[in-house]
């Protein structure tokens, strides 16, 4: 009986603390850098190489329509009614070497 209230704790983790990654579809908003000021939202998706980038919901003025780790100086992730601050240290941590080279965004 112990392991089945274990098991079931476990799967009331949230997958954020679990993987510290943000699962595909998670709604974000981002300060870029080498774009314009301000904040823009979208969502989390994660390509075929295994790179995490977020999808914008607007393009940006220069026409970007996605951003990579690597271009992001900022990242909130909804939350109930608010933004919440995430670490990209930690995001960016488990992202293959290659995602984070210049010129992968």
């Known amino acids: 009986m112990k392991a ?8 009331s983790v949230s997958p954020l603390v679990l993987a ?6 998670t ?3 981002v ?3 080498g774009i314009e000021a ?4 979208g969502k989390i998706t994660v390509t075929s190489e295994g790179c995490t980038m977020v ?3 607007k393009p940006t003025k220069d026409g970007y ?10 990242l909130e992730l909804q939350q109930s009614a608010g ?5 990209l240290e930690k995001l960016k941590a488990r992202e293959p070497k290659k995602c984070l080279e210049e010129g992968s965004d």
Do not use: C, N
């Not at 510290?20 to 579809?25: C, W």
């Not at 301000?38 to 939202?41: D, E, T, V």
């Not at 933004?83 to 670490?87: E, K, L, P, R, T």
């Open 4 to 11: 089945l209230y274990a098991m079931l704790a476990l799967l």
């Open 83 to 87: 933004w919440v601050a995430q670490s």
């Open 65 to 74: 329509t996605m951003l990579a780790l690597i271009a992001i100086k900022r």
């Open 55 to 57: 999808t914008l919901d």
């Open 38 to 41: 301000g904040w823009f939202q």
């Open 20 to 25: 510290d990654a943000l699962p595909k579809g």
């Open 27 to 29: 709604v974000v908003r």
């Open 31 to 33: 300060e870029g850098s």
